[in-house]
């Protein structure tokens, strides 16, 4: 009989042995991402939150440029080329740092670079791409509005043809990066359908007037777009598509991201949770001694792991080109809301210490708040879900 061979010592950072899926490619990726998130955000960003600013954003977007983060799953234009794994991969180690963070990269990439990249001319994938991934320009996605949010359909904003022009009126909501962007990829009803613009932010009528007073997402620029009379040239619109496919698509490209980002901010608490169980002392020994507080940790660690295992999953699925819509939503659905529940764990853990900026515990729950809601609601996952499960629509 053959002797067994020797298993591999348990890695409490790793206990499922997922690392043994990825390639060497891929834990590069993961370790410059991380290396830089380390460097340039775990060390300032609780002041910021603290402050309710992202300063120097023009700077870290430059940075992120330089690592081939901006719109990193795109191929062509200046862009990496990395696979959907590694795309997720650097998600997770920007929200592990603040989903602030990520939600910069992923606005940029997955909504506004992706829509100019798969539905825009190819002048205008000249004009923009390479210095959006440089981070040279900032770029927003403007889709929600103050009264539509989950049923874009129904948005107001409108783009009427005038000669050879096109104008723009309404306003959108909520828009990450909008401030601070250089261009604002636009979806307005049209005489056609829902069309899409590459608005440049310096158009007379243009203006994004930054949002404040938030609790969620305070190391962020959040804005408003206002578009009040905007004149555009015939080939800012983005000509290859019409209707609701164009602005969805982009969304559940960054919806992906989100489903490997949540797993980072889960992963922050987690860790922070298990540092402090065995320092903190109670009753003569460290807290982690006690068979509730090691109950907490297993069953955040297993919701944790096997979240990153969902994504993964998901992320070869993209790779292979068999990634379905109703997918990203079983993902995004599951991940957030653990996320959440682990990062509610970890703060009883902490006790009173859980809600001090001294730890990243609390900072992660108020902004998976934010995450739980954007780019879809909890309510609409579930019923993209139940409609895929049934066959029955309950939209309406």
Known sequence: ?????????????????IDDLLEPEDLAVRATVRAWAADRVVPYVA??????ELPGIRELARELGGIGALGMSLTGYGCAGASAVQYGLACLELEAADSGIRSLVSVQGSLAMYAIHRFGSEAQKQDWLPRMAAGDVIGCFGLTEPDHGSDPAA??????????????NGRKMWITNGSVAGVAVVWAQTEEGIRGFAVPTDSDGFSAPEIKHKWSLRASVTS??????????????????????????????????????????ARSCFETAVDYAKSREQFGRPIGGFQLTQAKLADMAVELHKGILLAHHLGRRMDAGRLRPEQVSFGKLNNVREAIEI?????TILGANGISLEYPVMRHATNLESVLTYEGTVEMHQLVLGKALTGLDAFR
Do not use: N
């Open 224 to 265: 408003e777009l206002v578009l009040d009379d905007v004149r555009l040239p015939a080939d800012a619109v983005l000509p290859e598509v019409v209707g609701l496919k164009g602005p969805l698509s982009c969304l559940s490209h960054a919806r992906y991201g989100i489903v490997w980002g949540a797993m980072g901010a």
């Open 343 to 347: 990062c509610r764990t970890a703060r």
């Open 47 to 52: 002041q910021w939150y603290e402050d309710g």
């Open 155 to 168: 948005m107001r904003t409108y783009a009427k043809r005038d000669g050879g022009d096109w104008v723009l």
């Open 1 to 17: 009989m053959a002797a067994s061979s020797k298993l591999p010592p348990f890695d409490p950072a790793d206990p499922l042995g």
